[in-house]
Every structure is written in structure tokens, then in C-alpha cells.
């Protein structure tokens, strides 16, 4: 029975650890928070959660951003707006202007990037903007 008691209350404690929590916008690392002035200088942090090893971040617009809880981005989703070149100007240039389609999300993958764009393409490339693979996602 003691051991019944301390697997749940073990178990209760690694899910209340785990779960996201609201924090002010100002504990964001400064690499994350000077991504977000760079990238979205118009826009507002509406909500920031942290778990045990990342930040969600939700800006005013709507869009998303993962980040690592060293404050490297992992994930950029638009919900269906356009992101800023910015974020990766030499690459998405490139997949911008050779998709004739707007990047609406980016993630950073094992050796490279993955972008998705408007008209349900998959893009990724490594590093260096090299174009890998893509596919219709629909």
C-alpha cells in the first residue's frame, strides 16, 4: 500500500512539474526576447507558458513561437499569416521567391529546417538553404 501511495504521489508531481505554466514576458531569456524585437517589432507578447524545458510564446497577432529553454527558437507558426524573412532572411528568400508562396511556419529539423508555406507545401533544406525534399501536404 505505501508503495501504491508514493508511485502516485510521485507520479502527481511529475505531472504538476511539467505542465506550462504562466510567466511574465520578461522572464524570457534575452535571446528570446530580442528574436521576438527583431522579427515582430509591431507586435505584443500576449501570453508566455514554460514547461520543464521550453517557452510557448503567443504574440498579439496570433502567431507562436517554441523556444528552447535556453532561449533558441525551435518553432515559428504564423497560424496562416506570412513570417518575416527575417527569421532566416538568406533561406527564406530563396524558398519564398522559387515557391511563389508564403512561408507560414518554420521549424528547425536535425540538419536542416522544415518551412511549410500557404499552398500546403512542406519544404526542407539543410542549413544552408539547400533544398532537400519537399511535398504537398494537404
Known amino acids: 500500500m505505501k508503495i501504491k501511495l508514493g508511485l502516485v504521489t510521485l507520479l502527481g508531481a ?37 514547461d520543464i524545458d521550453s517557452y510557448d510564446v503567443t504574440l498579439s497577432n ?15 507558426d504564423g497560424k496562416y499569416q506570412a513570417l518575416p524573412n527575417t527569421i532566416l532572411p ?26 511549410e508555406t500557404n499552398n500546403y507545401m512542406k519544404i526542407y533544406t539543410d542549413t544552408q538553404g539547400n533544398i532537400l525534399g519537399q511535398k504537398f501536404d494537404h
Open 90 to 115: 538568406n533561406i527564406m528568400s530563396k524558398i519564398t521567391a522559387t515557391s511563389n508562396a508564403q512561408i507560414v511556419e518554420v521549424s528547425k529539423e536535425v540538419n536542416g529546417y522544415k518551412f
Open 14 to 50: 511529475t505531472v504538476l512539474l511539467a505542465r506550462d505554466i504562466v510567466v511574465p514576458a520578461n522572464t524570457l531569456p534575452q535571446n528570446a526576447q530580442n528574436f521576438i524585437a527583431s522579427n515582430f517589432k509591431n507586435t505584443q507578447i500576449a501570453l508566455v507558458k514554460k
Open 62 to 76: 496570433g502567431m507562436e513561437i517554441d523556444f528552447m529553454i535556453n532561449g533558441d527558437w525551435k518553432e515559428v
